[in-house]
């Protein structure tokens, strides 16, 4: 069964730091791109980053460039999200989610809070 | 970047009866060397993660009741549901992957039971 499990949401202050990581089972995570997604509370759903099979090429919004960086360690089958100088504005539940352009498998999402 | 427009914001329909969503980009997702258009559709229901719908605008995800069918091209798309029924109750959301990122989605819409 195909499962992606995120951990490491919690609550942060303002400028503050998180790493989100994906757990992945059922594939291999070497076989596809991966994307993070998130949904701020009540809201609806936002694109964040994504990377390639191989960790070569990365993508982001325009609102976390510079802050958020995605990795890969296909070994482990996981990916993460490192995210630097948060702002209110990142608080969201964060999604893991495989693919590219069309996102086929969910996580539960992980919830990242961000609030002095 | 392409922003996408579902109408309506929320919607209440009776069981069996024909659920209808829209959704507008700001410019076409029509890919002309491929005749594709670039378009998803995606079910959420509360407290869950988003499930893909229908992919290429009208290409159902494996498993997806064929009571739920996609239409439309270029700029206008509509998420059909023939026949509603108790589990459809959820947000639903149009997304485009056309070009470049970011990927956007658009603002969802509500379904449920009148």
């Known amino acids: 069964e195909v499962q992606l499990v995120e951990s490491g949401g919690g609550l942060v202050q303002p400028g503050g730091s998180l790493r989100l990581s994906c757990a992945a089972s059922g594939f291999s995570l070497s076989t596809y791109y991966m994307s993070w997604v998130r949904q701020a509370p009540g809201k609806g759903l936002e694109w964040v980053a994504n990377i390639k099979q191989d960790g070569s090429e990365e993508s982001y919004v325009d609102s976390v460039k510079g802050r958020f960086t995605i990795s890969r360690d296909n070994a482990k089958n996981s990916l993460f999200l490192q995210m630097n100088s948060l702002r209110a504005e990142d608080t969201a539940v964060y999604y893991c989610?495989?693919?590219?352009?069309?996102?086929?498998?969910w996580g539960q999402g992980t919830l990242v809070t961000v609030s002095s | 970047d392409i922003v996408m427009t579902q109408s309506p914001d929320s919607l209440a329909v009776s069981l069996g009866e024909r659920a209808t969503i829209n959704c507008k980009s700001s410019q076409s997702v029509l890919y002309s060397s491929n005749n594709k258009n670039y378009l998803a559709w995606y079910q959420q229901k509360l407290g869950q993660p988003p499930k893909l719908l229908i992919y290429w605008a009208s290409t159902r995800q494996p498993g997806v009741p064929d009571r739920f069918s996609g239409s439309g091209s270029g700029t206008d798309f509509t998420l059909t549901i023939s026949s509603l029924q108790a589990e459809d109750v959820a947000v639903y959301y149009c997304?485009?992957?056309?070009?470049?990122?970011?990927?956007?989605f658009g603002q969802g819409t509500k379904l449920e039971i009148k």
């Open positions: 989610a495989r693919g590219l352009w069309t996102f086929d498998q």
């Open positions: 997304q485009q992957y056309y070009g470049s990122v970011p990927y956007s």
